[in-house]
């Protein structure tokens, strides 16, 4: 849990705009329920940036899908049931990767607003060992061996490049916007 704060803290450095939207105590998800509807436990440093952050829109280009405190059981039902993800896998367009709950299957966290869609290769067992793979508005699927708060870090802290991306990304001091819980 310490790592996961020292990592929430370093991707809050690498865009500071974000704290704005941090809810004090937590947003109190039922995680239980959560990972009981989608079929697996989340990793851990997700859980940190749920509880944390609502949903966020970076730079207008980047919502991170984190759910909402009664919306738990919805969030699992539309990473058990992707219809795109399930639509390329019948197409074979997927290289080697599967959708999820199949074994090792895909479960999405994040989107452009041009296409691009961010996951979790569900393999390993561990979730906190589970790596994070693009696939681009171009078709190329592309894996990285970070969970997504430090891939966001390294977007947004410049120090991890995703090819395919268009020129402006990640953009300098991109606004952040909380995108489901009122403000004060």
């Known amino acids: 849990m310490a790592d996961d704060m020292l990592r929430l803290e370093e991707l809050e450095a690498a ?24 079929g697996t436990p989340l990793p851990s440093d997700f859980r940190s940036l749920a509880e944390a952050y609502p ?29 795109i993800l399930q ?14 709950p199949q074994p090792g299957g895909l479960i999405a966290w994040a989107e452009s607003n041009s296409g691009d869609v961010f996951y979790w290769r569900t393999s390993p067992a561990d979730p906190d060992a589970w790596p994070v793979v693009v696939r681009t508005d171009n078709a190329d699927w592309i894996e990285f061996p ?12 410049r ?26």
């Open 146 to 157: 970070v969970g997504a708060v430090e891939f966001l870090t390294g977007v947004y802290g």
């Open 87 to 100: 639509d390329l896998y019948e197409m074979e367009d997927m290289e080697d990767y599967v959708p999820y």
């Open 55 to 83: 949903v966020l829109s970076i730079g207008d280009f980047l919502t991170v899908s984190l759910p909402r405190p009664g919306g738990e059981e919805s969030w699992a039902a539309q990473g058990k049931d992707d219809e």
């Open 159 to 184: 120090t991890l490049d995703v090819p395919g991306m268009p020129g402006s990304f990640p953009g300098d001091n991109p606004e952040v916007l909380g995108l489901d819980e009122p403000v004060d």
């Open 15 to 38: 865009l500071p705009a974000m704290t704005r939207w941090r809810v004090p105590g937590g947003r109190g998800l039922d995680w239980g329920a959560l990972e009981a509807g989608l």
